[in-house]
């Protein structure tokens, strides 16, 4: 079997030291973080998101949430955070209607999270959609947001400046939704997932993150890197991880493997 070039292993030291130098100083040059999530019923995600972005070094961070839970703002205080609301459904989601907050808040920031907590609801897939279209700008998406771009992935996988951050069963999905001649099982050896998500990102300009045990895998443009990974639960690392890797992304946007790989390794619990 020909050697595994694609694949770049990283230990207890960053493979790539100069991301992590060259990190920036001062929140003027940090950057700008828009993260998107919440309903009526579950918006801990959103709130998550912006305290590991602030952990992370974003410069500033901003939360757009529905509307219609404007009386839970203890949930998003802090120092650094901005809370923008955009119009929601009756059950409280995101309307279809949001587009153009959600415009609105994407003109100030230079990236993107959709964090998560949005919920079942045709009206948010819709404004979700138009969102990925409408805007160039880099957007990282993890958590139940992943679910309204698995089912349907012929547009984000021809998107460039998109992340995900995906668990096992929903990369699974997104490869049988996709045809993808690979099926992706919980039980598959860490070889055979790495060589899947080279093929898969040599073909898709997408970056995907995933969890296989304790170990995480970054792939983007057919290189795989993996980490030893032990912080979190199976249940709780996706929106933490999606978290950093929106803002070493953000402050990196030339070098996109070595900034999220890099991101990997400044996680604590």
Same mark, same amino acid.
Do not use: C
């Given at each position: 079997?020909?050697?595994?070039?694609?694949?770049?292993?990283?230990?207890?030291?960053?493979?790539?030291?100069?991301?992590?130098?060259?990190?920036?100083?001062?929140?003027?040059?940090?950057?700008?973080?828009?993260?998107?999530?919440?309903?009526?019923?579950?918006?801990?995600?959103?709130?998550?998101?912006?305290?590991?972005?602030?952990?992370?070094?974003?410069?500033?961070?901003?939360?757009?949430?529905?509307?219609?839970?404007?009386?839970?703002?203890?949930?998003?205080?802090?120092?650094?955070?901005?809370?923008?609301?955009?119009?929601?459904?009756?059950?409280?989601?995101?309307?279809?209607?949001?587009l153009a907050e959600m415009h609105d808040?994407?003109?100030?920031?230079?990236?993107?999270?959709?964090?998560?907590?949005?919920?079942?609801? =045709?009206? #948010?897939?819709?404004?979700?959609?138009?969102?990925?279209?409408?805007?160039?700008? %880099? @957007? &990282?998406? !993890?958590? +139940?947001?992943?679910?309204?771009?698995?089912?349907?992935?012929?547009?984000?996988?021809?998107?460039?400046?998109?992340?995900?951050?995906? =668990?096992? #069963?929903?990369?699974?999905?997104?490869?049988?939704?996709?045809?993808?001649?690979? %099926? @992706? &099982?919980? !039980?598959? +050896?860490?070889?055979?997932?790495?060589?899947?998500?080279?093929?898969?990102?040599?073909?898709?300009?997408v970056a995907v993150v995933v969890r296989?045990?304790?170990?995480?895998?970054?792939?983007?443009?057919?290189?795989?890197?993996?980490?030893?990974?032990?912080?979190?639960?199976?249940?709780?690392?996706?929106?933490?991880?999606?978290?950093?890797?929106?803002?070493?992304?953000?402050?990196n946007p030339t070098k996109v493997f070595?900034?999220?790989?890099?991101?990997?390794?400044?996680?604590?619990?």
């Amino acid at each position: 079997m020909a050697p595994r070039t694609y694949w770049h292993k990283q230990g207890t030291k960053p493979l790539y030291p100069d991301v992590i130098w060259s990190k920036p100083e001062n929140k003027q040059a940090s950057g700008k973080l828009l993260i998107i999530g919440g309903h009526a019923y579950g918006f801990s995600a959103p709130a998550i998101a912006y305290q590991e972005a602030i952990a992370a070094g974003i410069g500033s961070a901003r939360v757009l949430i529905p509307d219609h839970i404007k009386k839970q703002l203890e949930h998003f205080q802090g120092p650094s955070l901005e809370i923008s609301y955009a119009p929601s459904t009756p059950s409280g989601s995101f309307a279809s209607n949001a587009l153009a907050e959600m415009h609105d808040a994407a003109s100030w920031a230079d990236s993107i999270l959709l964090a998560g907590d949005l919920g079942k609801n =045709s009206e #948010t897939a819709i404004v979700i959609e138009k969102l990925l279209r409408a805007t160039q700008r %880099a @957007i &990282t998406i !993890t958590q +139940d947001a992943a679910e309204y771009v698995i089912m349907h992935p012929e547009t984000i996988l021809k998107r460039s400046n998109t992340a995900l951050v995906l =668990s096992i #069963t929903q990369l699974q999905r997104l490869f049988k939704n996709n045809k993808s001649p690979v %099926a @992706i &099982t919980h !039980t598959m +050896d860490l070889m055979h997932l790495i060589d899947a998500l080279h093929d898969f990102t040599q073909d898709n300009p997408v970056a995907v993150v995933v969890r296989h045990q304790d170990t995480m895998l970054v792939a983007y443009g057919g290189n795989v890197s993996s980490t030893i990974y032990p912080h979190y639960s199976e249940t709780t690392w996706q929106i933490p991880v999606a978290s950093h890797i929106a803002v070493w992304w953000l402050q990196n946007p030339t070098k996109v493997f070595q900034a999220m790989t890099s991101a990997l390794i400044q996680i604590d619990e």
